[in-house]
Each structure stands twice: as C-alpha cells, then as structure tokens.
C-alpha cells in the first residue's frame, strides 16, 4: 500500500489515500470521495509519502521516477 496525498478539487481538503497501486498511472486526477464535500469529487494527487523513509514525494517527482526505471 501507498500513502497517497491528494486534495478536493471543490473544497481544497486534502487527505491521505491509501491504494494498493500507482496513482500515477491514472495521470495527476483521481475521482474519489470526500469527507466534507461528502460526495464524490476530482481530487489532485500532490504526491505521496515514502513507506521507507516516511518522505513526501511530490507527484512531478513521481513521475520522473518512474520514466528514469522503465
Ligand atoms: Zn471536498
């Protein structure tokens, strides 16, 4: 599992999303619920957090991780 960080597109909350596979596949917008919009809404990945180090990757970040491995 990853600790996903992503933010309401309406609202501005942002929450840790915990998926089981790479966000950054789905590209930089995820359709997913929000607490406080208490509906389903776009959300902005911001990046997600390092299970190893606990370090925040930033979604560019991401990214370009992923281009320099394949
Ligand atoms: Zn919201």
Not at 12 to 22: H, R, T, V
Request: glycine share 8%; charged share 30%; hydrophobic share 30%.
């Amino acid at each position: 599992m990853t600790r996903w960080l992503v933010k309401c597109d309406k609202c501005g909350e942002e929450s840790i999303f915990n998926a089981g596979y790479d966000l950054t596949n789905l590209g930089s917008k995820v359709y997913m619920y929000c607490g406080r919009c208490r509906r389903n809404t776009e959300h902005t990945v911001l990046g997600y957090y390092d299970d190893d180090t606990g370090e925040f990757i930033p979604f560019e970040k991401a990214l370009s991780f992923k281009y320099r491995s394949l």
